[in-house]
């Protein structure tokens, strides 16, 4: 058992991602892996209060399957593997949503993304969010590629009278999302969820909508912006469109007139190098705006469809 005990313990400590936990949010999150592994609660609260996460206090106070089972945790962060996957949940917003490979992670710019529309949303439809129970008229919105399910969820709770259509192409991402839902939003919530292609599928012809959302893949296939641990352990389907990243717009721009009614309001998120692209594909839109992320880069597209 020693040298088991030995490799583990090098492979832990010997990590750049062990070694670093020096600021606030990195304790934390290591603080969320110890709780992972059954590490006893008052001691990971006892070390997170005092910023503890020392070779010696590691040694000393983890049990020695917990340290076991970090090593191999830590290891597969070394390959670049998400820690979002080994702790199987993503922060977003104000939810925690279950996440696992082969659906995409939640990002902050997404996050960003969903406060826009929201703010949008509540200049046209103040109500809603001043008063719970009050119902937003003929109001239906669509997403499409829902992922885990972070965008739907969160513009639920912010409209709990909205009507929300979800759909995606991904078995795993409506296995999650589902539960997602049902963990954040109870039982009954009112998200429809569809595994099937939006450009396809027939229900979808036979609807419009008034709200249409969307954080589609837009990464080109040759991207160097792309990081490696990216490309190789998150879904190519949720991130590549094409060999310019512009694919998913194209075939919207075609579908537009199918989905949308009169003054159906547009949301999509973008690259960051895509604005010109983007307006110029959706030019027969009205009042088209391109929104920047905190970061000071345009990422978000809304724009107003005319019949």
Not at 86 to 92: H, Q, R, V
Not at 154 to 171: E, G, T, V, W
Not at 246 to 262: G, Q, V
Request: hydrophobic share 50%; aromatic share 12%; charged share 20%.
């Amino acid at each position: 058992m020693k040298p088991i005990f030995s490799i583990s313990v090098q492979a832990a400590l010997q990590t750049k991602w062990l070694r670093q936990i020096t600021q606030r949010k990195q304790i934390l999150l290591f603080s969320k892996v110890l709780k992972k592994l059954a590490v006893d609660k008052a001691l990971i609260d006892a070390m997170v209060h005092e910023s503890i996460f020392t070779e010696k206090i590691l040694l000393q106070k983890i049990p020695l399957s917990a340290f076991f089972m970090l090593g191999k945790m830590a290891k597969q962060c070394q390959k670049g593997f998400p820690m979002a996957y080994l702790l199987k949940e993503a922060p977003f917003l104000t939810n925690m949503l279950k996440v696992e490979p082969g659906v995409f992670i939640p990002r902050p710019e997404t996050e960003e993304f969903v406060i826009y529309i929201q703010k949008k949303l509540q200049k046209l439809w103040p109500k809603a969010l001043a008063t719970p129970d009050f119902s937003i008229a003929n109001e239906h919105m669509l997403e499409i590629g829902f992922g885990s399910g972070a965008i739907s969820i969160a513009l639920q709770q912010a409209f709990p009278k909205l009507a929300i259509s979800a759909i995606d192409i991904s078995k795993k991402a409506f296995k999650l999302a589902t539960a997602n839902a049902q963990d954040i939003l109870g039982p009954r919530h009112s998200i429809q969820f569809m595994e099937a292609d939006a450009f396809t599928h027939m229900a979808l012809q036979k609807q419009t909508f008034s709200l249409l959302v969307s954080n589609p893949p837009y990464v080109a296939e040759h991207s160097k912006d792309l990081a490696q641990e990216v490309r190789k352990f998150e879904p190519a389907s949720a991130l590549f469109a094409g060999a310019d990243g512009l694919r998913f717009y194209r075939k919207m721009a075609s579908y537009l007139p199918k989905f949308c009614t009169r003054d159906s309001l547009i949301f999509f998120e973008i690259g960051f190098d895509q604005a010109a692209d983007v307006i110029s594909i959706f030019s027969f839109l009205k009042n088209k705006h391109i929104e920047k992320d905190f970061l000071g880069k345009p990422r978000f597209f809304s724009a107003v469809f005319s019949a």
